[in-house]
């Protein structure tokens, strides 16, 4: 059974700082393309950031320069290190697992941010 226990959400002022954690079990974690994803109110899910097999990332124009998606294949952890946040971030957000055959989903995280 694949598990995704996300953690590290909460209220900040803009300007700081949050860092994401997605802890994954019941999947051979070195083999998925690990993502964020986060959906504000009445907004679509839209891609935050992604990690693949080999380390290569990918980020939203919107958060480039200030998100940092990371990983570590020993702890079967991928996280989000967030700064310079902004109220425009603010919304709920999903850890995600990808190996081509199977997509899981973490149950999501709220951020709000204060401006």
């Known amino acids: 059974q694949v598990q995704l226990v996300e953690s590290g959400g909460g209220l900040v002022q803009a300007g700081g700082s949050l860092r994401h954690s997605c802890a994954a079990s019941?999947?051979?974690?070195?083999?998925?393309?690990m993502g964020w994803y986060r959906q504000a109110p009445g907004k679509q899910r839209e891609l935050v950031a992604k990690i693949t097999r080999a380390g290569r990332t990918n980020y939203a124009d919107s958060v480039k320069g200030r998100f940092t998606i990371s990983r570590d294949n020993a702890k079967n952890t991928v996280y989000l290190q967030m700064n310079s946040l902004k109220p425009e971030d603010t919304a709920v957000y999903y850890c995600?697992?990808?190996?081509?055959?199977?997509?899981?989903w973490g149950q999501g995280t709220q951020v709000t941010v204060s401006s």
């Open positions: 995600n697992a990808d190996n081509w055959t199977v997509s899981s």
């Open positions: 019941g999947i051979i974690f070195r083999m998925n393309t």
